[in-house]
């Protein structure tokens, strides 16, 4: 009996488990080989979203099969995301004994962090559609998508703008950081949540876990405020 290879295959990466499977492996493949290396070509979010793409277009799988297939790891971003109250929780004596550094690095560096990119944009020769969607880079996709649509960007532009970001702050802030001196855990954590998001607070969270809950902290602050004030900016500008 003859054993149709080509069937077997598409059987395989056809299955409703093949896209998770691929996604869990390659991630901690990635994990496995940023903590031994410490190289940015590891960086797991970087990593594993190159190598997934490549395994996508090397088996001819649509997006819309592979989203469906991770489903459950996307339903899984809603606990890992309240998770982060428990470190802001452990720390929060901390967090009050800080609360006006806290606000005024918030306000000084957020709008920072908000106009660099804008203003960068903008003497390039960049187009509107194109400074508004650059506008919420530094808060996380759901709320920069809902963001940037509000204010006359293109949302799904945007939440590439905000992975690019992540990435790149993750790789270069610690880095940067160490060069600037800039080494309080709660200073280290400010900076990567309030540029970098949750891909920043990620990588913080692997320092400690003081500078993780103030990554967190950071996120949470720059991504509601982003969200309520922004919007408004806008508005009385144009």
Sequence with gaps: MSLDYHAAWQAVIHHPLFGLGITLAVYQLALAGYERTRSVLFQPVLFSMVVVIGVLLACGLAYDEYRDSVLPLTLLLGPATVALAVPLFLNMRRIRQLFWPIVLTLSIAGVFATLTGVLVAWLLGAEPLMLMTLAPKSVTSPIAMLVAEQIGGVAALAA???????????????????????????????ALGLTAHAVGTSRALQDSTESGAFAALAMSLMGVTTAVILPLVVALIA
């Design 160 to 190: 590439v703008f905000v992975m690019i970001t992540g990435v790149l702050g993750a790789i270069s802030g610690p880095s940067i950081l160490r060069r600037l001196r800039v080494t309080h855990p709660a200073a280290q954590g400010m």
